[in-house]
């Protein structure tokens, strides 16, 4: 019974379909990863002067 | 303990920082290896042919998934035991992965089933427990998002992982337990592995490199949620403050 | 002891003034029982292969889907934080809410329903192991859908979160219910999934209050 022709078409889909939903998963991931980083330094950036001018305030 | 020290969110960035370059690389060495040995070193099965291939992207798979959502109760019972908010961060992030692997686990299963079995499915003991550790992973994520306050979030969260965890036991002893169609275990056995050393190998890399690349994935996925709670926190202040 | 008592009466007191919760539950059942042949078609042998399955289906749904008033109404007007400063700690109050729906809903409904077999051709051999399979199951089934009624308690629209959660935990019931009624393999099946039964209900009794007392306590604070 020779399997092997008929039903390599099984494992391309099992390796394609494994490697683009993984690939997706780690995409988004990434995605999400970078936005937040993102998200964050532009905070600390509105946040930090506001902070050097409280100080500038309590020398005085 | 030293796992105690990383519990500060502080401290887990830095060691994520020095930790993720060698976590990444070589869950990718890992896997390439895994590939190479599984796709042209391993030969042929006698009787199944080339669709023996998939069993070293859907056991490994399997694995995973049964592994993270272990993973996801031990880091719920450590935050109830000892009230680390990182450990239910890290449950949290590690939830979305389990589902993609549970996922896959049951998608290359089918397509190593119809070749074999002749059925694409079929509600036999292991299969309908994966299927059930998928739908626990999603209602696992809806609650995290059902939730606004994220203290509250996380009590449910836990209770959510630790009372779904009973069906990962399930899952490994089912095929002892109840004579189906699917096959029985092969690897973990008292008696060690029957497999071929051809195939055991490429099985064992891939196994051993899809979870380290759960640990890569996990290791920035928290980093992403500590830096995503700062976020809120300094919304908050903000909101507060001005 | 009289304070569970009290606990007990006041929910079943409520339950038949108020006639919502058992009432719901079996006009849900008889109308899964009435359509199902409708839907399957007038072929009888089919229709009682297929009896105790679906006597369990229907029992298991009705159950789960009655299963949200057993917290929603306390937790809205504040009687549940009441009962928290009261003489029992919540994981009892819990138990005996549970307990309380099973005796109202679980139950009966464990008790009509190999008696309303008829209407799937049910064989008759079958009542006798059905009603014991159910009842032992249905105090599981209780159980764990106040389990599922707490977690979700605080959460709007949380219908498909309970069946995302409970379906899992439901699932073994089901298996070993249906296998211990089903008359398949005689009394080698049905007596060890009787026992499994049990032990899955003792579990519940033993596991559930404390999680659905911790998931309480997280939405009243």
Same mark, same amino acid.
């Given at each position: ?60 | ?146 939730? /606004? /306050? ?19 036991? =399930? ?27 051809? =195939? ?24 992403? /949620? ?8 300094? /919304? ?7 | 002891?009289?304070?569970? *008592? ?8 409520? *339950? ?15 109308? $899964? ?41 306390? +937790? ?26 099973? &005796?109202?809903?679980? &139950?009966?409904?464990?008790?009509? #329903? ?11 051999? &079958? ?5 014991? #399979? ?5 105090? *599981? ?28 935990? +439901? ?34 009794? $033993? ?11 997280? +939405?009243?604070?």
């Amino acid at each position: 019974m020779d399997l092997t022709a008929a039903h390599s078409g099984y494992v391309f889909a099992a390796y394609g379909l494994t490697f683009v939903v993984l690939g997706f998963t780690i995409w988004l991931h990434v995605r999400r990863a970078r936005r937040t980083a993102a998200r964050l330094a532009g905070l600390e950036a509105r946040q930090a002067p506001r902070r050097r001018t409280t100080t500038t305030r309590e020398d005085a | 303990m030293r796992i105690e020290k990383y519990a500060n969110p502080a401290r887990f960035l830095s060691l994520q920082k020095s930790v993720q370059p060698w976590l990444t690389g070589s869950a990718v060495v890992l896997i390439v290896v895994g590939l190479y040995l599984g796709l042209v070193v391993a030969p042929p099965d006698y009787q199944q042919g080339e669709t023996v291939r998939i069993m070293f992207i859907h056991v490994p798979a399997a694995w995973t998934a049964m592994m993270t959502y272990t993973f996801m109760a031990a880091c719920s019972i450590v935050a109830i035991v000892m009230r680390h908010p990182l450990a239910d961060m890290a449950a949290k992030a590690a939830a979305p992965f389990g589902a993609v692997f549970a996922f896959l686990a049951l998608a290359t299963g089918s397509l190593w089933g119809k070749p074999m079995w002749g059925t694409w499915w079929v509600w036999d003991a292991r299969l309908t427990s994966t299927f059930v550790l998928f739908l626990l992973y999603l209602g696992y994520i809806a609650v995290w998002q059902a939730i /606004e /306050e994220p203290s509250r979030a996380a009590a449910i969260a836990r209770i959510v992982a630790i009372v779904g965890f009973i069906n990962v036991p =399930i899952i490994k002893f089912s095929v002892d337990w109840w004579h189906s169609l699917h096959q029985g275990e092969s690897v973990f056995r008292m008696g060690g592995p029957t497999i071929y050393p051809t =195939i055991l190998w490429p099985l064992l890399v891939m196994g051993l490199g899809y979870t380290v690349m759960f640990a890569a994935l996990e290791f920035s996925a928290l980093r992403t /949620e500590v830096l995503a709670r700062r976020i809120r926190q300094m /919304e908050i202040a903000e909101a507060q403050g001005s | 002891m009289s304070v569970l *008592a009290a606990l007990i009466r006041r929910d079943l007191l409520l *339950a038949l003034r108020q006639g919502t919760g058992a009432g719901t539950a079996l006009g849900f059942f008889l109308t $899964v029982m009435v359509l199902l042949p409708l839907g399957i078609g007038p072929d009888q042998a089919l229709l009682q292969r297929i009896a105790p399955g679906a006597l369990w289906i229907a029992l298991l749904l009705s159950v789960l889907l009655s299963s949200d008033r057993i917290f929603q109404a306390d +937790y809205e007007d504040g009687s549940l934080e009441l009962m928290t400063m009261g003489p029992a700690a919540l994981e009892i109050v819990v138990t005996m809410k549970g307990l309380a729906h099973w &005796l109202t809903t679980g &139950l009966p409904l464990a008790i009509a #329903a190999p008696l309303l077999g008829f209407l799937l051709n049910l064989d008759p051999a &079958l009542i006798g192991p059905l009603v014991v #399979a159910m009842g032992l199951g249905s105090v *599981a089934l209780s159980l764990l859908a106040s389990l599922g009624a707490a977690v979700t308690v605080g959460i709007r629209r949380g219908g498909l979160l309970v069946a995302l959660l409970i379906l899992p935990l +439901y699932v073994p019931v089901v298996i070993f219910g249906v296998a211990a009624s089903s008359g398949i393999g005689g009394l080698d099946i049905a007596t060890p999934s009787l026992l499994i039964l049990a032990a899955i209900a003792l579990v519940a009794l $033993v596991t559930v209050p404390f999680a659905a007392a911790a998931a309480l306590r997280a +939405y009243m604070h």
